[in-house]
């Protein structure tokens, strides 16, 4: 016997008619939608486009609707064809609970009875002696269509994988800013552990100007998309998820890759919640800076109260950052910086004492200020051409750490005679190239350690320090910003307000 499920009536709207009286367009009333009626139309004028050009206007369907498969309800069909809310949700359990009966007995749709010719998770065939019946689903959308004999319905197939696209910054082939441009690309989906997050913003850094370049590919496995951290919300769960997350929190997280779109999927361990007082804006600037200037000072330099920690680009995200991690972890930090502006931004963050590298001698300075014994910790972005005045101002035992490239990689000298002579150490560190578990890890302790002093309500307060905003639109020229070292704290691109 054909399956007939149960669902709850739905108040049905008829939008304006033609001159005939049939409507274009029906859907149930929903009074819970806090979406802006602006968006709601831009997002009804889209399927409806999709609709049209994808399906109709190639002649391979005769009529088609999409249902929204969270809001259970029909948002968007084509001229005529109005679609019961009870048939709308039928379609939807039909998929969920009642797969197995429509394989067997077939559905009904409309008063009419379709035989089921083929069925699977994504899609169904039906027929009937007038014509067939087909029913796609995504996650989000199930696309429902009648068609002739000697029409071609799987071409819904294609137009449905429309509806699961997004925008991303992108750039066809490495080189500089100008290559970067918005493209729609497919949305993705959590796989296990996962978690689907519907990104407000994200952040630039360093890694992301390298990578445009051509010099620092992403992990294996990663996503080629640029962004190594976001803020939004929780839009999606994969299975195996623990239940740490619900759709709707607003989180943070640390990626590999995929942050400057309008979705990234995420580990679960990689996301934190973002405090009640900061904006979506605010928060995209800390995962990647904080977990990095985090990670070189406990994870790898083992900071230590009372120690000097030299800081070199303390006006960047991780600079920043730092700063006011080694005064949390009452040591005292010494910073370095390219102008007057970004020694006075780094004061102002709490470091004790800033030196201009481009007219002044850091070591010499920084020897003069610790009263000769130099620092027991350096932070270093900029490698090769900073070596011999890194060594001349490391104390006995300091610990040089190395997480950029900013001047290169080659050293001329005899720098291994002159550590030794120190007993001083260096380390290397990078953090997007690390396993999954080490991350995870650095994001607990982070979140446990760290995170609720971003609270109003702490002392002392961390805060992220944010120098532009632009919108994704604008990718290009927020890369050329930071290439020409121009920006003081963190450059964060906000994704488009309709996503």
């Given at each position: ?96 609970e009642n797969l197995l009966q429509v394989r ?184 990647e800076a904080w977990l990095t200037a985090f ?205």
């Amino acid at each position: 016997m054909a399956t007939r499920t149960w669902a709850p009536s739905l108040g049905l709207r008829r939008l304006p008619t033609n001159q005939k009286g049939r409507a274009w367009v029906s859907e149930p009333i929903r009074s819970e939608d806090s979406r802006p009626p602006g968006q709601n139309r831009r997002k009804m004028n889209q399927l409806q486009a999709l609709l049209n050009d994808s399906l109709i206007r190639t002649k391979h369907v005769e009529n088609a609707a999409i249902i929204n498969i969270k809001e259970r309800k029909v948002c968007a069909s084509t001229f005529g064809f109005n679609v019961p809310p009870e048939n709308a949700l039928n379609l939807i359990y039909a998929f969920y609970e009642n797969l197995l009966q429509v394989r067997r007995g077939g559905l009904y749709f409309k008063e009419k009875y379709y035989k089921c010719v083929r069925a699977d998770k994504h899609s169904i065939y039906l027929q009937n002696p007038d014509g067939g019946l087909i029913i796609v689903k995504t996650k989000t959308f199930i696309l429902v269509a009648t068609y002739r004999v000697g029409m071609y319905p799987s071409v819904c197939v294609e137009a449905v994988e429309k509806l699961e696209k997004m925008l991303a910054a992108y750039f066809d082939c490495p080189g500089g800013p100008e290559n970067l441009y918005v493209k729609e690309v497919m949305k993705p989906h959590p796989g296990e552990g996962e978690v689907l997050v519907k990104v407000s913003a994200s952040a630039l850094n360093r890694a992301d100007l390298l990578q445009r370049r051509g010099k620092y590919p992403p992990p294996k496995g990663a996503s080629d998309i640029l962004g190594l951290e976001a803020a939004g919300s929780v839009a999606g769960l994969g299975p195996g998820c623990k239940g740490q997350w619900k759709i709707g929190d607003a989180v943070m997280a640390l990626l590999s890759g995929g942050g400057q779109a309008e979705y990234v999927t995420v580990p679960e361990g990689y996301l934190m919640p973002i405090p009640s007082d900061m904006t979506f804006i605010q928060a995209a600037a800390i995962p990647e800076a904080w977990l990095t200037a985090f990670q070189l000072l406990h994870f790898v330099g083992k900071v230590q109260k009372g120690e000097r920690v030299l800081i070199h680009a303390g006006a960047s995200g991780v600079g920043m950052a730092a700063i006011q991690l080694v005064r949390l972890a009452k040591a005292i930090p010494i910073v370095t910086a390219g102008t007057q502006e970004k020694l006075k931004a780094t004061t102002n963050a709490g470091a004790a004492v800033g030196f201009n590298y481009k007219n002044e001698d850091f070591s010499e300075k920084v020897l003069a200020f610790t009263q000769g014994s130099g620092v027991d910790l350096i932070l270093d972005c900029v490698g090769g051409s900073y070596w011999e005045k890194n060594i001349n101002c490391l104390s006995t035992d300091g610990r040089w750490i190395i997480y950029g490239l900013l001047s290169g990689g080659e050293v001329h000298g005899d720098l291994l005679a002159r550590l030794l002579s120190k007993r001083a150490s260096i380390h290397t560190s990078l953090l997007r190239s690390r396993d999954k578990e080490y991350k995870e890890r650095l994001v607990k302790a982070f979140t446990e350690d760290v995170l609720p002093y971003f609270s109003g309500r702490t002392s002392p307060r961390l805060q992220p320090l944010l120098d532009s905003v632009y919108p994704l639109q604008e990718i290009a020229e927020a890369h050329r910003i930071m290439e020409e070292n121009k920006n003081i704290g963190k450059i964060v691109i906000e994704m488009p307000a309709s996503s």
